[in-house]
């Protein structure tokens, strides 16, 4: 066993395979790392709404850094550790700014997945289409998005802009940014871009997350493939990328394993924490 004591999971693209699941090897690593004591963690731009496939199948992960750092929750104890939400007036500003490229807005709050009603049955329109099914399974629908927010003051933690072409992910992101508008941006899938409260990071929730088990984040390995990870890999002791990640992260990493779809958690949990079956 090393020093380090939270192994911290990004979830698309890196715990899940290429169908949205978990391989049976990497589970069972997982299951075996978190026997031997180490706290394992999700690191993720999903809610709790979204995890809720997951989580009943994977006990052994106890706490989640989740909505990319806004929500820091303890499955455990079913208890929320620290949440960074949007005021309601700048969750506002940011939906009005973007309103021209006709993005599919989508809402996560504390504990909900929201979508505009109309845009949802037609994912795959926004590159989105993998992720139908769940959609479909647990997000709200809802027809007026500004009154929803309005509604829920206090409680909405991220604001997912879905785009039809990454041209027209450029072109938002240029409008928020020329707005000055207080945000966290950052890449996800093909054409997505996340907003955020500004300060809020992955890296902030494993912060958070760190205080809370009462140890450091250099005592923790963090792992993911995507730009959207590139705080929490900046800040944990140490960085890993898998073999899918994109170069930027593969720069970042201090070690890179197979990919997704090859078990390359389990390499973690093997050849990191020397955790073996």
Known sequence: MTAYKLLALDMDGTLLDSRKQVLPKTAAALERLAAAGVAVAFSTGRGLAELSDYVPNLPFIKYGSCISGGLVYDFSNQRTVFAHPFETKLALEVMAVTRQEA?????????????????????????????QGMFDR??????????????NEGAVCKVNLYHRSAESRERTRARLEEAGLAVQLAYAEETSLEVSPAGVSKAEGLSHLCDYLGITLAEAVAVGDAPNDTQALQVVGLPVAMGNATPDIKAL?????ADNDHDGIAEVVAEVFGVTA
């Open 103 to 131: 993005p599919m807005v989508h809402i996560l709050t504390t504990t909900q997945s929201v979508a505009a009603a109309e845009a949802l049955p037609h994912m795959a329109d926004f590159h989105m289409g993998i992720y």
């Open 253 to 257: 990493a201090k070690m890179v394993v």
């Open 138 to 151: 647990i997000c709200t629908p809802v027809d007026d998005m500004p009154a929803f927010v309005r509604a």
